[in-house]
């Protein structure tokens, strides 16, 4: 299997599909060479979990005011398909559970908390006990920008996996991954270099470089490293900029060899 750096599908396949919808993760879900999804995760007014990146309704959907002050079902109840294309009219704001019981089995998450540490009490607690509940705890990363949410999963699981967000570099960052202890890394492509990457590889530490659109980006960055994690709303264009193993299958997509 001739398969090169890993894809992760930003928010689902968010470059065909409205982002975080069903109907974007399904179509990550259904390439066979997508090994990630990335998904970002709130909590409605009553606590649940739900699969949305602005912390305001009005980007991706027909709601209006914070993502906090709806509880669940009145979310359920919102379009968020139509701001893309007509095509995904009725497109809900899908559930983590939702999410989790489709990803089972079939590709790893990596979940970003959205919370700014004021927001989302208890997050930490709600989406640790959904992945555990479907046996997840293996697939899964934890990510945020937040470095008090990170230490609050450390605490609630010895085994669960995370990772910082950053759009920048520092020469103490290896340091604080360990003492956050997190072996994963979202971190802008810009920042990107082999020397970097070998210092984080040495350290043990997973890299995932986001947001990579563009064919020539994409290139680059699997030069920098076969392992590296690329991030991209088009799997597709990541298929191509690295030549990923397989022939083309009936259904447009690449079966593995």
């Known amino acids: ?21 069903m109907a974007a993760i399904r179509m990550a879900l259904e390439a066979p060479d997508v090994e990630w999804i990335e998904i970002d995760v709130q909590l409605t007014k009553d606590g649940v979990p739900v699969v949305i990146h602005d912390y305001t309704l009005r980007r ?28 995904f009219k009725g497109e809900s704001i899908p559930t983590l559970e939702e999410v989790l ?12 908390l959205k919370t700014d540490g004021i927001r989302y009490p208890h997050i930490e607690d709600k989406v640790l006990a959904l992945i555990a509940g479907h046996g997840l705890t293996d697939d899964v990363v934890i990510t945020s920008f937040h470095v008090g949410t990170l230490h ?3 605490k609630l699981s010895k085994r669960i996996r995370t990772g910082l967000i950053l759009d920048g570099w520092r020469g103490t960052l290896i340091e604080e991954l360990k003492e956050l202890g997190c072996d994963f890394l979202s971190i802008g492509y810009a920042r990107l270099n082999k020397d970097r990457l070998a210092l984080l590889k040495e350290a043990g530490i997973q890299v995932m470089a986001w947001t990579a659109n563009d064919k020539r980006t994409i290139r680059k960055l699997a030069a920098l490293d076969p392992n590296l994690l690329i991030c991209t709303n088009y799997p597709d264009r990541w298929r191509e900029a690295t030549g990923s193993g397989g022939r083309p299958a009936m259904n447009g997509f690449f079966l593995n060899l």
Request: net charge positive; glycine share 10%; aromatic share 6%.
């Open 101 to 112: 019981k489709e990803a089972e089995g079939r590709c790893k998450l990596n979940i970003e």
């Open 60 to 87: 991706t959907t027909n709601g209006r005011g914070e993502v906090k002050n709806w509880t669940a079902a009145e979310l359920a109840s919102l379009d968020a398909g139509s701001w893309f294309s007509s095509a």
């Open 152 to 154: 609050r999963v450390r």
């Open 1 to 21: 299997m001739g398969m090169r750096n890993p894809c992760v599908a930003h928010r689902g396949w968010s470059g065909r599909a409205p982002e975080n919808t």
